[in-house]
C-alpha cells in the first residue's frame, strides 16, 4: 500500500535554530498534508500542498512541495519551545481525493531553551 | 474544542474484554475516521466512514469493528482485548477542499489501557 517515509524521528534543538523535516514517497502524491500534535494533544491541521514545487509559508513555517511530487519538507527558522511537537505529513491514501489520508511515522521536535 | 467529540477520554480495562469508542464528528462533516496511536508510533489508519458506508479499511484487526450511524455518529468497537491494544484512538472528521482532498479535524482521543 501507499507509504509516507517520514525523517528524522527525532530531532532536539536548541532554542533559535533552525529544524527541518522531510517526508518522501515513492509514488506520486495528489496533495500532502502535514500536522502538529503538541505533547498530549491531538493531530491538528497546518497546511496542505497540491501544486507541484508549491511553496507556501506561516509565519516561521515554511512548506514545499516537491516539482515531482514525491516528496515534501517543512522548515521551522529560529524554533521557539512553542514549536516542540510531533509534525507529521499525510498523504492521500489509494482511494483517491475522497478517501483516507496515510500519515507519515512523524517527527518528534524538542527544543532547548 | 475541535468540535470532533469522543467518549470516553480514558478507559481501563482488562485482557479479553470489549469496550466500545464513541465519537461524534463536526456538525456537517459526512465522513468519520479512526486511528490508533501507540506509545511514540506514528498514526495508524484503521477504518473510513462516509455518510454511513464504509468507504476505506486499513489495518483494522478482525477483532475490532466500527460503524457510522444516520446521525452520522461513529463507533469503534474493540473485541478479545490484548496488552498490544493499549493505546490513544483517535477519531476524525473531515470536509473536502476545493482539490477534493480531505481535512481531518481531530478529536482529543481515547485512550485505552488494557491490563
Known amino acids: 500500500g501507499q507509504q509516507v517515509m517520514q525523517i528524522p524521528q527525532y530531532q532536539h534543538v536548541q532554542e533559535g535554530e533552525d529544524f527541518t523535516t522531510y517526508c518522501n514517497s515513492s509514488?506520486?502524491?495528489?496533495?500532502i498534508q502535514w500536522y502538529k500534535q503538541r505533547p498530549g494533544g491531538h493531530p491538528v491541521f497546518l497546511i496542505q500542498l497540491v501544486k507541484s514545487g508549491e511553496v507556501k509559508k506561516q509565519k516561521r513555517l515554511t512548506f514545499q512541495f516537491g516539482e515531482a511530487k514525491k516528496n515534501s519538507s517543512l522548515h521551522i527558522t529560529a524554533t521557539q519551545t512553542t514549536d516542540v511537537g510531533t509534525y507529521f505529513c499525510?498523504?492521500?491514501?489509494?482511494?483517491?481525493?475522497?478517501?483516507?489520508?496515510?500519515f507519515g511515522k512523524g517527527t518528534k521536535l524538542s527544543v532547548k531553551p | 474544542d475541535s468540535g470532533v467529540t469522543q467518549t470516553p477520554k480514558h478507559l481501563i480495562t482488562a485482557t479479553g474484554q470489549r469496550v466500545t469508542l464513541r465519537c461524534s464528528p463536526r456538525s456537517g462533516d459526512l465522513s468519520v475516521y479512526w486511528y490508533q496511536q501507540s506509545l511514540d508510533q506514528g498514526l495508524q489508519f484503521l477504518i473510513q466512514y462516509y455518510n454511513g458506508e464504509e468507504r476505506a479499511k486499513g489495518n483494522i484487526l478482525e477483532r475490532f469493528s466500527a460503524q457510522q450511524f444516520p446521525d452520522l455518529h461513529s463507533e469503534l468497537n474493540l473485541s478479545s482485548l490484548e496488552l498490544g491494544d493499549s493505546a490513544l484512538y483517535f477519531c476524525a472528521s473531515s470536509v473536502s477542499t476545493a482539490s477534493g482532498a480531505n481535512v481531518l479535524t481531530f478529536g482529543a482521543g481515547s485512550r485505552l489501557t488494557v491490563l
Open positions: 499525510a498523504a492521500t491514501g489509494p482511494g483517491g481525493s475522497q478517501g483516507n489520508l496515510i
Open positions: 509514488t506520486t502524491l495528489s496533495n
